[in-house]
């Protein structure tokens, strides 16, 4: 793809990745995902970022298109994880900057990835801030937000924020613009992404929220290095991170199960009933028809997790196990939830996704509830009672946060 002028001297160089499905355990399918790097042509030509290593001719042919590899005098790395600094000891070479901007935390990942002690290293923190020419980059360290290396970058007579991973989106599109694709589409990436990727780092985005009001930048685009750049729906892009990071959710709860002989599917379906009963919409999610990643796209926004499996071989089915030990590694807030399972003989599962779930921090409102071998019509009806006691949680839940 063309290289794509954002603002005045400011081009998209980077590369779109329509193969890539699993981001560490996030699936991007059926969409991949874009490595966007960023050149600025003033008095010091200067490149935001780069992209995965194997994508590095990619983003040769796009700069070369501008300028030689060789006319770049500056380049900035806001984050040093792989997918944006892959190609970066090649550029390195090619490019032999007069200087290479990170924060104090980036030179010092950068040197232990890539072991180059004599890259030209300028380290900037919070309020520093450089000349270009006509143009000028004050910097904003976000620790955490992705990584301890991260930073923001802004151009402020454009009016530009590189934000590096924050606000981006696993979308691979040929459009460079929010205003180019389907918004409720747009949102629902931005959402997922933010629950897979960033969801861990929530204290650390209202930090940055904080920072930002402080240091007054006046945004009128956000470039990520995933994804679009946003430039009509700013606002919107910003409100939708403050209630991310806030974890606000609504009157929904997500059934995520396994089943060997389907007894456990139908309890979670009698669960989902005394749901309605008290009025929260919820979805049923079997984990071998969606992916973990899909499952906390869907409990961005519900209070509530319900988790079942069939106690096999006196533990939790594989899936499920996978889902628990990815779902607590991303650390959701403030939901409440309960287990459930059918058992044939010994009937452990359901003590143990509780214990996974209190380890998570998730408030559980019963013990479970277990059935053996077949539920009866007692049994579904123990198991509507249990998603009303759940339904009735999500709702004080919901009432003690307004
Ligand atoms: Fe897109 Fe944290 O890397």
Not at 49 to 60: R, S
């Amino acid at each position: 793809m063309a290289v794509v002028q954002i603002k005045k001297n400011v081009y998209w160089v980077g590369a779109i990745d329509w193969n890539d499905h699993d981001f560490h355990g996030y699936s991007t399918a059926p969409k991949g995902t874009t490595y966007n790097a960023y050149l600025v042509i003033d008095d010091k030509i200067t490149l935001f970022d780069t992209v995965k290593e194997e994508f590095k001719m990619d983003l040769y042919h796009q700069i070369r298109s501008l300028v030689k590899l060789e006319d770049i005098d500056y380049i900035v790395a806001n984050h040093m994880e792989p997918d944006h600094s892959g190609a970066l000891p090649w550029i390195m070479e090619q490019v032999q900057p007069e200087k290479l901007f990170c924060s104090k935390m980036g030179k010092k990942a950068l040197e232990e990835q890539y072991h180059h002690p004599e890259w030209p290293y300028e380290i900037v923190g919070t309020g520093d801030s450089i000349s270009l020419g006509k143009k000028s980059v004050q910097f904003m360290e976000t620790r955490m937000v992705h990584w301890p290396d991260s930073m923001f970058s802004f151009i402020p007579e454009d009016k530009l924020l590189f934000s590096q991973d924050a606000f981006g989106q696993n979308l691979a599109s040929v459009e460079r613009f929010d205003d180019e694709v389907d918004f409720e589409a747009l949102m629902k990436e931005t959402s997922f992404y933010y629950a897979n990727i960033v969801l861990p780092y929530s204290p650390q985005v209202r930090k940055v929220f904080t920072n930002l009001t402080n240091i007054g930048w006046d945004i009128s685009m956000i470039a990520p290095d995933h994804g679009v750049v946003w430039r009509s729906h700013v606002d919107k892009i910003i409100a939708a991170y403050d209630a991310y990071s806030k974890q606000v959710t609504g009157k929904k709860a997500v059934i995520v199960y396994d089943t060997m002989w389907h007894s456990t599917e139908k309890m979670a379906k009698a669960i989902g009933e005394g749901l309605t009963d008290e009025g929260i919409s919820y979805v049923l999610m079997h984990v071998k028809a969606f992916h973990h990643s899909q499952v906390m796209g869907e409990l961005a926004n519900a209070t509530g997790i319900i988790c079942g499996s069939s106690t096999h071989n006196n533990g939790i089915l594989p899936l499920v196990a996978d889902f628990l030990t990815y779902m607590k590694g991303l650390r959701p807030m403030g939901r409440v939830g309960a287990a459930f399972g059918s058992y044939g003989w010994s009937g452990e599962s359901v003590k143990q996704i509780t214990e996974i779930m209190e380890s998570a921090n998730i408030e559980m409102v019963t013990e479970g509830a277990r059935v053996k071998n077949r539920p009866t019509h007692n049994d579904l009806t123990g198991c509507r009672e249990l998603g009303r006691l759940v339904g009735k949680a999500i709702k004080e839940k919901l009432a003690t946060n307004e």
